[in-house]
Structure formats: structure tokens, C-alpha cells
């Protein structure tokens, strides 16, 4: 069941509500609109899939998407969280996440990030030798000792955009086999500030085929084999995120978390391991479009545009990884209205702006509706205020139907705010 579908007379539905008439109650401007039933599903896909494997962690990774209704609905629902920065650390906190369920990540945390996660409590991920270093300082300030898991780069390529393969041997993220043995012997030298539970692995974003997931694991398991060897009691294996989602409304058949999950399950048994995975984009993407509205058409040589209020400052994946995401109207064309070929751009003073290249649509009237679907991952957390666009507000159409407003737009007053006093 998805929540975004069309009705036969060609309207535009967020589960059981009109696309249309929500945006005839809300601000005149582009927003975005979740399905809060959607972000529910797409959990609980995870949570039935890791039946049977005792103690697993869902670690959302924020970044997908870090709005604060957003994280108290998937905290609520269980998950832990994945963390990048000290602001997203204490995002989570505020949201009330389980510390014992939150993984800080990155090749370059802070110490002063460092030390409120080892207060906190939180599984630390060593990036690097720079890294462990100042994980021991932050364990000594913070007094307290930091539970750590080795990121190892595998070298499995995930084949999908340069941009967001992060698990290559020449990447910057992880520590390469041939230092295992030194991240070992530093774990060993600081008995009192750090106890390595686990081994982290994140091969990138995007992934459709779970063979990926499963030739990491294997690799994954050969070294927890080496390092309990060394007499290390590591539980867990933390196979990071990178579960791709149908982008391209196919109907393509794409691996679910429960294939992902079943690829590991009999390795992750076979070693009594818990495990833990990062997911992103497949707990949130799917739930969520941009909402625009046709600003007008217009033709230069041999192309068409359809120009909207929306742009690569809400929406910036088309313009940064050539990505595609799904367009469409949420009204029905008028029976006489052409189909183009048309790229859908917005008002922003770059070639870049676009949302959509060379997209058959009926050619719409100024003012029609238009969605950029697939907008829950990497869009509003990667959205800026370039020509001062202004951050779009949030919605979410709820379990009983009802409309609310998750997030305030951002507005030319909080621009003007930052200068005040200066
Ligand atoms: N864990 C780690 C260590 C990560 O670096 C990431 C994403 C995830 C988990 C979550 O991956 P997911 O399940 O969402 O694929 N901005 C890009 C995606 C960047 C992903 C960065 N790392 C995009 O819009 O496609």
C-alpha cells in the first residue's frame, strides 16, 4: 500500500485525502507533505523483517530527514538513530532517543561532539587514527568509557553514483584491513576508556541489489572472527544503510528490508551477532513530495519548460546527482491540453535548476499543482535559502486524515533576524 495515488478522475491523493484541497488551505508557497501512515509502514517493514534476530537496532539515519515531529514518530515506533554531527546528536536526544540505541558516525567528529557522546552513552563509530585519539580524550573528560565499533572499509562497490559510494578503498570514510591490527593493539592500550563491541560497515546509498549487503557481510564476519580471535567479545555487526527505493515508479521489482534482511540473517546467526542497520532513505523517502504549483510554460529552441515555484533550493538531488524523481500533476489535464515533452525547472538563476528533464506531461495551466515525489530523504535536510528562497513548510495528513503543519516555513523576517544588533 503507497500513500500517493491518483484517483480514476485523475486527482492526486495523500491516502485518503484530495492533494488539491490541501493545497487550497495552506500557505501559498512550495511545501512538503507527508503521509504519517506511510512513515509507520515503511518502519514496521523493518521491525517484521528482524523478527527472530534478538537485540537488532533500526538506526534511522537523520540526515534523511531531521524534522522533529519526524523523529518522535520514528522513536515512538522504536527506532534508534544515526548520527553525524553533535547537532544531530542532540536533535535525537531532545527527540528522546534511546542513547543505547544511537550510533555517532563521520571521518571527522569533534571532540567537543566526542565528549557528549561518551556522556551520553552512545556506540561511537573509529573512523581513523586521528579518531580513536580523540574518542580516548573524550572518554578521560567525559570520565566515562565509550562503547566504539571499527568502521572498516570493505572495498565493495556498491554501484551506484560516485557521489554516494562510500565503501571503496580509496573513499575517505573507514579504516582499510591492512590497519585492523593497529586499531586492535590502540583498543588494548586504553582498557579504560574504550570497549569495542562491534565492527561498522556502510557501503553508500542507493543500493538495489541485496548481493551487495550480503558480500560485505561476509567480509563483515571474517573479521569479527579475527578480532574475537584476539580475544575482543564483539556482539555486534552493523552493516550500515544504502537500501535504494523505486525512484522511477517502475513498478520494478526492488529488494524490500525483508530481502535485505533475510541476505544476513544466517551469517548474523551462525556468529551469535546482533545487528544493527542505518537506514535512511527507506524508512522516509517514499513518504513525502514536493508540492509545487505551475508558475508557467514556456518554449526556447527546441525546448519546453514547465517553470514552477519550486527549485533546486528545496530540491537540490536532480541538479547534484542527475537524479530522477518522479513528476506529476494533482489535477486531471483539461481533455484538450497537449502532451509535451517538457523539463520541469524552477525560478533559481542557475542551468542546474531542475527537478525533472524531458518529462511527458499534459501542458498544464499557470497555477496547477504540480509534485516532486519521492521528497522524504536528502531533500528538506539538504534544502538552502539560495535567492533566498526560504525553507518550505511541512505537512503531515495523519492516521484520521486530518492535515498538520510538522515545520514552519522559513520566512524573510528569520533572514533579516540573523543581523539584528550587528
Ligand atoms: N549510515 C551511514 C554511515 C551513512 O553515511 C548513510 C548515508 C546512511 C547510514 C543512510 O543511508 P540511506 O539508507 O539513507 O541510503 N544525499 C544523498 C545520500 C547521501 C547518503 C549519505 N550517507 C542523496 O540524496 O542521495
Known amino acids: 500500500q503507497h500513500c500517493f495515488t491518483k484517483s480514476p478522475d485523475g486527482f492526486l491523493y495523500c491516502e ?3 492533494v488539491q484541497d490541501i493545497m487550497e488551505k495552506v500557505e501559498k508557497r512550495p511545501f512538503y507533505l507527508y503521509s504519517k501512515p506511510q512513515i509507520t509502514r515503511n518502519v514496521e517493514a523493518y521491525t517484521e ?6 537485540n537488532s537496532i533500526i538506526g534511522y539515519a537523520i540526515k534523511a530527514n531531521n524534522n522533529f515531529k519526524i523523529l518522535q514518530h520514528l522513536r515512538k515506533l522504536g527506532c534508534g538513530a544515526v548520527l553525524v554531527s553533535g547537532n544531530e546528536l542532540k536533535l535525537a536526544l531532545r527527540a528522546g532517543f534511546d542513547p543505547t540505541k544511537c550510533i555517532f558516525n563521520g571521518n571527522g567528529k569533534i571532540l567537543e561532539d566526542l565528549i557528549i557522546a561518551a556522556q551520553e552513552g552512545v556506540f561511537v563509530n573509529v573512523d581513523s587514527e586521528f579518531d580513536l585519539e580523540n574518542i580516548v580524550a573524550a ?6 568509557k565509550v562503547n566504539v565499533l571499527l568502521r572498516i572499509n570493505p572495498d565493495v562497490d556498491p554501484q551506484v553514483h560516485p557521489y554516494v559510494a562510500t565503501g571503496n578503498k580509496n573513499s575517505k570514510f573507514g579504516i582499510r584491513n591492512e590497519k585492523l591490527q593497529w ?6 592500550a586504553h582498557p579504560n576508556e574504550l570497549k569495542l563491541v562491534g565492527a561498522h560497515c556502510h557501503l553508500g546509498s542507493t543500493i538495489t541489489k541485496v548481493d551487495i549487503f550480503r558480500d560485505a557481510a561476509v567480509l563483515m564476519v571474517n573479521y569479527i572472527d579475527e578480532i574475537r580471535a584476539q580475544g575482543f567479545e564483539v556482539d555486534y555487526l552493523n552493516i550500515g544503510g544504502g537500501l535504494g527505493i523505486d525512484y522511477y515508479h517502475s513498478c520494478a521489482v526492488l529488494p524490500t528490508p525483508r530481502d535485505l534482511i533475510d541476505t544476513v540473517r544466517e551469517l548474523v546467526l551462525s556468529r551469535n551477532l546482533n545487528l544493527i542497520i542505518e537506514p535512511g532513505r527507506s524508512l522516509i523517502a517514499n513518504s513525502c513530495c514536493l508540492v509545487n504549483r505551475v508558475t508557467g510554460v514556456k518554449t526556447n529552441g527546441t525546448k519546453n519548460f514547465i517553470v514552477i515555484d519550486g527549485s533546486m533550493a528545496e530540491l537540490i538531488r536532480p541538479s547534484l546527482y542527475d537524479a530522477y524523481q518522479h513528476i506529476e500533476l494533482v489535477s486531471p489535464a483539461p481533455p484538450d491540453a497537449e502532451v509535451s515533452t ?3 525547472v524552477g525560478p533559481v538563476c542557475e542551468s542546474a535548476d531542475f527537478l525533472g528533464k524531458e518529462r511527458k506531461l499534459p501542458t498544464p495551466a499557470k497555477g496547477t499543482g504540480l509534485v516532486v515525489h519521492d521528497a522524504g530523504a536528502y531533500c528538506m535536510s539538504m534544502a538552502s535559502t539560495y535567492n ?10 495523519e492516521e484520521d486524515g486530518s492535515v498538520t503543519k510538522i515545520r514552519h516555513g522559513e520566512t524573510f523576517e528569520d533572514h533579516i533576524r540573523f543581523f539584528e544588533g550587528l
Do not use: H, N
Open 16 to 18: 485518503d485525502t484530495k
Open 49 to 54: 523483517a528482524l523478527e527472530g534476530l534478538k
Open 139 to 144: 572518554a578521560r573528560i567525559a570520565g566515562s
Open 183 to 188: 586499531f586492535l593493539d590502540a583498543v588494548k
Open 342 to 344: 517538457f523539463d520541469v
Open 388 to 397: 533566498l528562497k526560504m525553507r518550505p513548510p511541512e505537512y503531515w495528513v
